[in-house]
């Protein structure tokens, strides 16, 4: 089994901990990873674009000439499409571009970008992030000791919101529970810092 070492908050090793090669030590699937950051991504996208179609712009109520007679072609309205200041045909409309993939499928890409942090030596284990109260400098401190420099993804267990509450102020960082583990964020991360309790938790939803 694959082996990481569990390090306390000042930087000294505090143990070896034997990682589940189920989850961590998988051969990743390039594939499924990029279809759930797509996914991601697509939900993540407002969809608020909008025009306004000959329903929507003003005016427009009075035929502008008769229909016959004029030597011209017939017109209905000064508001249809082919008119200046008319209705946009097919335009953007308000929409969701959210959709889902197999639960399985996204299981299968959570695991892969865990292996290839594994492999790419970016998997930081903590033993616990204890503050007796909230402040970033503290948290700032305890990066400095892990040697956690560039952007890093923290993941803590859900009763530990002193931590959070201590790292969110920081530019390179971003924390969050452990149950909100996703693919785009590790993705995005250089590092990933996982404290003892919050890797427990994630091995056994994902093995």
Do not use: C
Request: charged fraction near 20%; aromatic fraction near 4%; charge should be positive.
């Amino acid at each position: 089994m694959t082996k990481v070492a569990v390090l306390k908050q000042d930087g000294s090793q505090a143990a070896e901990l034997e990682l589940n090669d189920a989850v961590f030590a998988i051969e990743p699937n390039n594939a499924v990873i990029t279809d759930a950051v797509l996914m991601q991504r697509a939900s993540m996208r407002q969809g608020t674009h909008a025009v306004k179609n000959r329903s929507a712009v003003s005016g427009g109520g009075k035929k502008p000439w008769k229909q016959k007679g004029t030597g011209r072609a017939r017109q209905g309205s000064i508001r249809s499409p082919q008119w200046r200041g008319g209705g946009i045909v097919f335009g953007p409309t308000p929409r969701s571009y959210a959709y889902r993939i197999n639960r399985k499928a996204y299981q299968l890409a959570l695991r892969s970008v865990l292996s290839q942090k594994v492999a790419e030596g970016k998997l930081v284990v903590v033993d616990s992030l204890a503050f007796n109260q909230p402040k970033t400098q503290d948290f700032k401190k305890v990066m400095d000791n892990l040697s956690v420099d560039s952007k890093v993804l923290v993941l803590v267990d859900n009763d530990n919101e002193n931590a959070i509450l201590s790292g969110r102020n920081l530019a390179n960082v971003q924390i969050m529970h452990a149950d909100g583990i996703n693919v785009l964020d590790v993705v995005n991360a250089d590092k990933l810092v996982v404290v003892q309790s919050a890797l427990e938790e994630i091995q056994g939803g994902l093995a």
